[in-house]
């Protein structure tokens, strides 16, 4: 089953792309800072578990820095973000 991205008008889902996938964080503070920045009303009502278990972001709405270089599916950041 693919994972979708969950950014606004990103279309990107992992069987199209060779790009990793991130799960929101179930840190209750740095999940409520990607869900602020992913500007998805939707995604408010949702605990960090909810959100860990059944949502991603592909790897484009990170800045390539804070994407940690020795494990491709984890993050550095809270705030980074490339939503275009």
């Not at 949702?46 to 804070?66: I, V």
């Amino acid at each position: 089953m693919p994972n979708f991205c969950a950014a606004p008008n990103c279309t990107r889902k992992s069987t199209q792309s060779d790009l990793a996938f991130f799960r929101f964080p179930r840190d209750p503070t740095r999940c409520q800072k990607w869900v602020e920045n992913c500007r998805r009303a939707d995604l408010e009502d949702k605990t960090p578990d909810q959100l860990n278990k059944h949502y991603r972001l592909c790897a484009k709405h990170f800045e390539t820095s804070l994407i940690c270089r020795t494990s491709p599916y984890r993050t550095l950041s809270t705030v980074a973000w490339n939503l275009s």
